[in-house]
């Protein structure tokens, strides 16, 4: 093997083992409260899951991408059963009242499916995307690669778990831009969703439909598709305010706080608050390792899960928070890295689309716990407690670096 493919996957490990090991040390600071927690050994029971992982990466890595591709449409068979079973057997956790993200065995929940999903969806994808001669060039086109998202999108909203739900979203446009589809494109595609957010506000959600209308007599698509998109686009805002309703109370509480969490500082908008807080504390170097005050008298909320970041933020200051940055950002770029220089379009799409899913963790984690994005419950990886989403991150880097050992066979280079 050469050199450089050799080096771009110890490289690959390297930094998620150290990604690890910073997520282990904070999980455990986080269990160290002057008040009775339960957080006290979820570091000891997340070292076992990344143990576990290990083992599953280590034979995911043994894997040829061409078994991987073939074993897409059974993957994402099993996903969808494992949904659907959630939804019917399923029970929820933590503060998700009326939530049904687990499943469930003689009431002992064995793991979230939807993590699973994630890396399922991926896959099929990528397979799709990888056996097309050229990429999707009409709306039309784009139809099974949105549905073959749009079925775990659903069922995974139905438990109700909007964040895994918006991890999908993510997964498909970071999959879709790699294969070869035009932004514009991609933009009309997600019009819908910008129509959804700007319709808060009459004037936001005209001057939307304004500039849509622009973009549609720019991009020149066919007359029925554009006319598609338009109609979608006004009835979008025309149904914003039902969609609002059907969304769960606790669904509506964290978005009406992340806009504004003074409005009921004791109960919904307690999260971003003390979050921002213990962050904002922490300074240049913050408190010291096990010393945050925030944290210690369980002020700060969901600790070892949600909001685990903020215990990195109190008591390593802004140099940890920079280091765990900067190590995210290397993870993905390397993972980039070896999209860009594997000639397979299936491996490509397929590291290229874990890349994406880390990104969407990363961006809505951090930024919840900073007031940018609201509360949806996405854990960040390698940090939050949590085994399936752990493991799926150990399985998935394995992939990646199974990928990165291969793509020097066809000479691919730089």
Not at 134 to 144: C, G, R, S, V
């Amino acid at each position: 093997m050469p050199a450089r493919e050799r080096a771009e996957g110890l490289a690959l490990l390297a930094v998620a083992a150290a990604l690890a090991a910073m997520g282990i040390a904070v999980l455990y600071s986080a269990g160290q409260t002057d008040v009775p927690t339960n957080a006290v050994h979820l570091w000891e029971r997340q070292l076992a899951f990344l143990g576990l992982g290990i083992v599953a990466g280590t034979i995911a890595g043994r894997v040829a991408p061409r078994v991987m591709e073939w074993a897409a449409p059974a993957i994402y068979g099993l996903a969808l059963v494992l949904l659907v079973l959630t939804l019917i057997v399923g029970m929820g956790a933590g503060t998700a009242a009326g939530s049904r993200s687990w499943l469930s065995v003689g009431g002992t929940r064995i793991g979230q499916p939807s993590e699973f999903a994630k890396l399922a969806v991926i896959l099929m994808l990528a397979r799709h995307l990888g056996m097309r001669r050229e990429p999707p060039a009409t709306l039309w086109q784009l139809i099974p690669a949105g549905a073959i998202v749009g079925v775990p999108f659903v069922l995974v909203g139905l438990q109700p778990d909007l964040g895994s739900a918006l991890v999908f979203l993510g997964v498909l446009f970071a999959v879709l831009f790699w294969g070869g589809v035009h932004p514009l494109l991609l933009l009309l595609l997600a019009s819908p969703l910008l129509s959804l957010a700007f319709s808060f506000s009459t004037l936001s959600w005209g001057l939307w439909i304004a500039a849509l209308t622009a973009l549609i007599f720019w991009v020149r698509p066919y007359v029925l598709e554009g006319l598609t998109v338009w109609l979608t686009n006004v009835g979008m805002g025309i149904i914003a305010l039902t969609l609002w309703n059907r969304l769960a109370p606790y669904q509506k509480n964290r978005l009406l706080s992340f806009l504004n969490p003074e409005i009921d500082p004791r109960a919904t908008g307690w999260h971003i608050i003390q979050s921002k807080v213990a962050i904002g504390s922490g300074g240049l170097l913050g408190k010291g390792f096990t010393q945050g005050t925030q944290k210690r008298l369980a002020f700060l909320p969901e600790q070892a899960t949600d909001f685990v970041y903020s215990v990195v933020g109190e008591e390593l200051g802004f140099v940890g928070v920079l280091v765990s940055l900067l190590l995210f950002a290397l993870l993905l770029s390397l993972l980039i890295r070896v999209a860009r220089r594997t000639p397979d379009p299936f491996a490509s799409l397929v590291v290229f689309g874990i890349a994406g899913m880390l990104f969407v963790h990363v961006l809505e984690n951090v930024g919840m716990t900073i007031g940018l994005m609201p509360i949806t419950g996405i854990p960040l990886p390698f940090f939050s407690s949590g085994g399936s989403f752990l493991l799926t991150c150990c399985v998935s880097l394995g992939m990646a670096a199974r990928v990165a050992r291969d793509s020097h066979h066809s000479g691919y280079g730089d």
